[in-house]
């Protein structure tokens, strides 16, 4: 099994988002989705703000990376007018659909709306529209989402994440194995199936 840790706010999330699950299939890789925070993560590393916004030169390599990146994918791309957008709501509710068949598309339709559509994805009403537009009863998701059981499991999560070793977004963990970053993910695919494979069989 190969766990994406991904972070609605995070750009490079955003990329591998739309393209795992497909990479996954291919490569016949169980894959299961993980929300969490990356905000309380970079407080432990003493970071006040997302690291490409406290230096300048490596957010403006970030951005002109995404725009490459999405060209190359055939993705769409909008740099939002506020970065990084606030995902807790988001990350809540991915948290407390998790399972949920259609848990994946809904967090791909959040990204898009973030850093495709330059949708405020903090707001109440544009995370009820994607559940809409999934047929599910957005406004009893939200409610769902801002249960105690929910936030501490959203909590739970990202501390997880840093008992891995997690410092960044998008990452994948496979049989305690860390990859970070997106142009990892097919790594983490290929370190799967070799880690499937008997003693002494050749990779």
């Known amino acids: 099994m190969v766990e994406f840790w991904f972070e609605f706010a995070s ?12 990479a996954a299939l291919a490569a016949q890789v169980p894959l299961v989705w993980k929300p969490f925070l990356l905000g309380p993560l970079f ?19 970030m951005w002109r990376d995404i725009q490459r990146l999405c060209e190359t994918h055939g993705l769409p791309f909008k740099k939002p007018a506020q970065f990084p957008r606030n995902s807790l709501l988001a ?5 407390a659909a998790a ?22 994805i903090s707001q109440e009403g544009v995370v009820v529209e994607i559940l809409a537009r999934l047929q599910q009863d957005g406004e009893w998701w ?9 936030k501490e499991a959203l909590r739970g999560e990202t501390e997880r994440a840093w ?17 970070w970053g997106g142009d990892r993910m097919e ?7 070799k880690a499937g494979k008997p003693p002494g069989t050749m990779a």
């Open 43 to 61: 407080k432990r590393q003493g970071w006040s703000d997302s690291p490409f916004n406290l230096n300048p030169v490596r957010g403006r390599y």
């Open 91 to 95: 990350a809540r509710v991915s948290c």
């Open 11 to 22: 750009t490079y999330s955003y990329v591998a988002a739309m393209r795992v699950e497909a």
């Open 142 to 150: 939200v409610a769902r989402a801002i249960a105690p059981e929910i």
């Open 163 to 179: 008992s891995l070793g997690i410092f960044g977004a998008p990452s994948f963990i496979v049989e305690g194995e860390l990859f």
């Open 99 to 120: 399972g949920e068949p259609w848990m994946p598309d809904f967090a791909r339709a959040v990204f898009q709306a973030n850093f495709a559509e330059d949708q405020d």
């Open 187 to 193: 790594q983490a695919l290929a370190w799967h199936r």
